[in-house]
């Protein structure tokens, strides 16, 4: 009998883990292999594929276009890691009690629950040389009026601009969640001690915050690279390319330039940047934590 039961209790978190296991290989790591392998061949998404090896990547890394587009998600991380600090400085300046604060949490969270199409849309109509509200302000000043989004060297900046209101808003929420679970014994250990303020803030709360830290960081960092929507409909990759991004890049070449293969291509190298990245920071988490 005791045996039966043991039995029982070893195959029981395999039978409960199963389907969530087979949805993930048959959406996640078959897609995944299929796309692997697909980046072999030359195809048009219709007739006959061609195995051509390695010359999909061959012909990418000297394709100026994915340069440009690689550039660009660079660009895309660096400034995305604008929003976890600055989440925090809402979360912190929302996470007090009084009158009215419900009301102001919720418009801070608005950006976040709003489609991407929607922050595109409200961007390119604030970015609007004739009538958006940044250019009728630049010329009240005297200044003249800029097209951010018909401008090679604005056009990515506006973009990223337009992405980082809503990542805000997420990291805002990630912190506001780590912060109603801070330890009220650590920090009332840390006032008896004369500790408020910054010291407060660096030596009690922010270690105390580094799970929503890391998640803040790692889902921002995807959604630098995977940036598609905002791009789609504010420039479609123009003027000339000089907005692009992988992602784009990848959508662009599959589909209005039919060589799918070479899209598989691009999606690989994306993926092994987004594996190098988020491998990293797992590192950094667990070394971390056993220092």
Sequence with gaps: MQNLQSRQRQWMPIIFLAPALIMFVIYVIFPICQSLLLSLYEWDGLGEK????LDNYAELFTDEQ??????????????????PPLGLAVALFLNQKVLGIRLVKAMFFFPF????????????????????LLNIAITSL???PIAILTEEKWATFGIIAAGLWP????????YLTGLNNLSPDQIEAARLDGAYGWKMLRHVILPQLRPATFI?????VIGALRSFDLVATMTSGGPYGSSNVLA??????????????????IATVLFII?????????????KSEKA
């Design 50 to 53: 061609t195995f051509i090896g």
């Design 66 to 83: 994915f340069w440009v587009s690689l550039r660009n998600n660079i660009y895309w991380m660096v400034l995305y890691m604008l929003a």
């Design 113 to 132: 629950v709003i489609s991407q199409v929607v922050v595109a849309l409200v961007f390119s109509w604030f970015y609007d040389p004739s009538y958006g």
């Design 142 to 144: 005297g200044f003249e």
């Design 167 to 174: 990542q805000i808003a997420y990291c805002m929420i990630l």
């Design 216 to 220: 803040a960081i790692v889902v921002t």
């Design 248 to 265: 784009y890049f990848m959508y662009e070449q599959s589909i209005f330039n039919y060589r799918v293969g070479y899209g598989a291509a």
């Design 274 to 286: 987004m594996d190098i990245y988020i491998a990293y920071f797992l590192w950094r988490m667990l």
